[in-house]
Nanobody, 111 residues
């Protein structure tokens, strides 16, 4: 079973950018879908972005045009580039594939 490890979170001012990485313990080349979720305090976990093996992407409405998901199968890594960050983007961000979850990385956006 693949293991996922997120990194790249931190504290940033509103309008800033961060790039999250999700490193897999084995090849992701044949994993159909990789996802980024987030969970803010007191809220349910929500799907933020999805990418398929063929590179098809989908985004939650509030991040469209600001976030970009990508995957590098050669590096077994999935990325989430986050631009124009807003305070409401503050959350723990999780990488996911089927039933496997990473430990999460905290993103805090100050106003």
């Amino acid at each position: 079973q693949v293991q996922l490890v997120e990194s790249g979170g931190g504290l940033v001012q509103a309008g800033g950018s961060l790039r999250l990485s999700c490193a897999a313990s084995r090849s992701i080349e044949y994993i159909e879908t990789m996802n980024w979720y987030r969970q803010a305090p007191g809220k349910q976990r929500e799907l933020v972005a999805t990418i398929t093996r063929r590179g098809t992407t989908n985004y939650e409405d509030s991040v469209k045009g600001r976030f970009t998901i990508s995957r590098d199968n050669a590096k077994n890594t999935v990325y989430l580039q986050m631009n124009s960050l807003k305070p409401e983007d503050t959350a723990v961000y999780y990488c996911n594939s089927l039933f496997v979850w990473g430990q999460g990385t905290q993103v805090t956006v100050s106003s």
